[in-house]
């Protein structure tokens, strides 16, 4: 059967408990996926261009994961280049990634690949562009065959990406628009399904979902872009969308947790969640609540997560609360207000995703620490990979230090007075740094991963009381 069609397997498994004079049925979700073993690190590694080099749509997508999944163990690996391509990432696949025994690793190439600058209104009719173009798309696709079959045959499991967007719709913008980009694009990600289906390997399909909600937002605004101002780098909101595009297609888990709850009965049943300490009463009830995973916390995504459904979809922490008396009823969670409801509202569920609980703020605290790490592994510790696998190569033959920054200074001065000089020269600059910190920097990614750990594995109870609200 193909991979992408393997429905997620959930197992449940049923624990009746009496407490409190409540009958309990808590249902608790193994962390059961294709591409989660429960007996062992899963390893993920994202390979491709600038946009995976800045780390932000895998680094959402690892939130996802520790927090959806607090009890399975994970690494991940940023393997990402800024310029790369996908016949240039062949000559560093094995040093840079597979050496390091990934489980799964992602594959997103095509921006850099089509050449940008063979398009734009002038050249779509140039015959000599033309054939260039052409060419890039046919090595593309030769190269992204090779990738694959080299990544299947390392054992790993392959998730192969169609490109992201390129913004060639909006006027308005500061980078010159190379029209005809992000029909190669499209191109692109054909040969992408086809090589999936070749392969039988996962797909995520970042294309037709962005180019769509792009379309949808320029109906009303047609100089708004889910891509930035230079045209091709996703800025947050593309990311994150990038993130939801892999949560979903691949069909890991939707529940957080849920939570249904009979006053009149005195009856629970909780799935992914431990209920105690429950008390009713004539005015409402109160209990402790501790879920068995975590919401994304989408305080900092409330638009584009509204805009995509991503709460609703992807994002379920449910509660039921039935047979209240009717009328309004506050909820509070840990004595922090969260909104008032009526009981009919209550009666048929609310997504507590959709509010700012506390749930939600020990979520932040891991995506505060998971943030530190890609400014850290994006910011510093990937620029060595860019000189050394993409830049300056050479570098790599050097006998010694010296003799490395030689190279490296001779290869910058070839490139003095270009327009992106001061680019390299920064990164040049950053790499000399980088090199004499990288240990330290090492042990700091080390500490940052004990703290997550500690935190997504000792996730608190919670005290919840719904209480007639009297106005």
Known sequence: MNKILRLTTIVIFFIIINACGAKHQQKERENKHSLINTEQPNTYAFLGNSITHDGRYHSYFELFLLTRYPDVDFEFINAGVAGDQAGIALGRLQDDLLVQNPDVVTVMFGMNDIGRNLYGRENLEVDSMIRKQQQNLSNYATNLDSLTRIILNSG????????????????????????GCNDALKECALMVKESQKEHDT????????????????????????????????????????MAYNIIRQLEYSPIVASTEINAAEKQINALNAKIDNIHFDADGLDFTYTPGSLPFPTTEFQDVAEFIGFNKNMNKELLKIQELSP????????????AVFKSQTLKEGINLS???????????KIATLIEHKREIISGKMRNVAF?????????MSAKDSIEALKIIDNRLAKDEGKSYYGYLESQVNLYKEVKKELPELKHRIDSLNQEINQLRRNIPEYKFVVKEYLN
Do not use: C, W
């Open 387 to 395: 000189i050394e696998y993409f830049y300056a190569p050479e570098v």
């Open 202 to 241: 996962y797909l995520v399909d970042h294309f037709s979902v962005m180019d769509s909600l792009n379309t949808l937002l320029q109906k009303n605004n047609p100089d708004t872009t889910i891509v930035g101002p230079d045209r091709v780098h996703p800025q947050d909101a593309g990311h994150f969308i």
């Open 327 to 338: 009328g309004n009823y506050i909820l509070t969670i840990d004595s922090e207000p969260i």
């Open 156 to 179: 790993a499991e392959l998730v192969l990406f169609t490109p992201s967007i390129y913004e060639q719709n909006a006027k308005n913008l500061a980078a010159p628009n190379m029209y």
């Open 354 to 364: 959709d509010y700012v609980t506390p749930q939600q703020a020990y979520a932040g």
